[in-house]
């Protein structure tokens, strides 16, 4: 008898992404990956991005759901919800990845390999590991911010990876029970580096895999001032305990 296929579901926050979550689809449909689930899940997009995420779930009911959320309050609330709803629905996987196109589907199976194989916790989708990179087309300030936000975190918290800001992870399921998604208090892209504090401060290891970050090519960038100023504060706050106060 056969080990047992993980269940693996990807969860995809969206807000106004019409345009791009019906390729992503196909392109997430398309991985030879058993056992693959999608769960979008939807701030109440006036595009119409909740009714193309009903139309995937009734299409392919197998593959797809939808979580409907009535407000917009950020990228973490978004992302505890959708990982919540994938654990309770038995995922083994979990895998966290934007709507925007800029996420390569294609490093999906790699991915899961890695935490299959190893003694990994979590797999990040790693711009800054030999073999990654950032598209041609990114602008030089917004390399400079990533570059510098990357090394900010790393020296206030010493988590010994590459890219400590990336947005699209592989996680066991097991991992993320330990971490506690109840306690985090990050709304925004912060959200990443809460979660990889969390992973390390209850001895997961964190690999990394090279992949190639794409720019997004329809709609808008979510990266607001209040959200780079909450990833500025959030390394000092986990450092001194606030968060674990709780």
Same mark, same amino acid.
């Given at each position: 008898?056969?080990?047992?296929?993980?269940?693996?579901? +990807?969860?995809?926050?969206?807000?106004?992404?019409?345009?791009?979550?019906?390729?992503?689809?196909?392109?997430?449909?398309?991985?030879?990956?058993?056992?693959?689930?999608?769960?979008?899940?939807?701030?109440?997009?006036?595009?119409?991005?909740?009714?193309?995420?009903?139309?995937?779930?009734?299409?392919?009911?197998?593959?797809?759901?939808?979580?409907?959320?009535?407000?917009?309050?950020?990228?973490?609330?978004?992302? +505890?919800?959708?990982?919540?709803?994938?654990?309770?629905?038995?995922?083994?996987? +979990?895998?966290?990845?934007?709507?925007?196109?800029?996420?390569?589907?294609?490093?999906?199976?790699?991915?899961?390999?890695?935490?299959?194989?190893?003694?990994?916790?979590?797999?990040?989708?790693?711009?800054?590991?030999?073999?990654?990179?950032?598209?041609?087309?990114?602008?030089?300030?917004? %390399?400079?911010?990533?570059?510098?936000?990357?090394?900010?975190?790393?020296?206030?918290?010493?988590?010994?990876?590459?890219?400590?800001?990336?947005?699209?992870?592989?996680? %066991?399921?097991?991992?993320?029970?330990?971490?506690?998604?109840?306690?985090?208090?990050?709304?925004?892209?912060?959200?990443?580096?809460?979660?990889?504090?969390?992973?390390?401060?209850?001895?997961? %290891?964190?690999?990394?895999?090279?992949?190639?970050?794409?720019?997004?090519?329809?709609?808008?960038?979510?990266?607001?001032?209040?959200?780079?100023?909450?990833?500025?504060?959030?390394?000092?706050?986990?450092?001194?305990?606030?968060?674990?106060?709780?």
């Amino acid at each position: 008898m056969g080990e047992r296929i993980p269940k693996v579901t +990807v969860v995809v926050p969206t807000y106004n992404e019409r345009d791009n979550l019906p390729r992503l689809a196909g392109m997430l449909a398309a991985l030879e990956v058993p056992d693959l689930h999608v769960l979008v899940v939807d701030d109440n997009s006036p595009d119409g991005t909740g009714e193309v995420a009903d139309k995937l779930a009734a299409d392919s009911p197998e593959t797809f759901g939808v979580l409907h959320r009535t407000e917009k309050d950020g990228l973490g609330r978004a992302y +505890v919800a959708g990982i919540t709803r994938a654990l309770e629905e038995g995922a083994d996987i +979990v895998i966290q990845m934007d709507a925007d196109l800029s996420h390569p589907a294609e490093a999906i199976p790699r991915m899961v390999a890695e935490l299959s194989t190893s003694d990994a916790g979590v797999v990040l989708g790693s711009r800054y590991v030999p073999g990654g990179s950032v598209a041609g087309e990114w602008p030089w300030h917004r %390399r400079a911010l990533s570059a510098w936000a990357n090394l900010y975190v790393n020296t206030i918290l010493r988590l010994r990876v590459k890219d400590a800001t990336a947005g699209f992870k592989a996680w %066991r399921a097991e991992t993320l029970r330990k971490i506690d998604l109840s306690a985090i208090q990050s709304s925004g892209y912060a959200f990443q580096v809460e979660m990889n504090y969390r992973a390390v401060r209850c001895g997961t %290891r964190i690999a990394e895999i090279p992949i190639r970050f794409d720019e997004r090519t329809e709609g808008e960038s979510k990266m607001s001032l209040g959200v780079q100023l909450e990833s500025a504060v959030l390394p000092w706050k986990l450092l001194f305990g606030i968060s674990r106060s709780r």
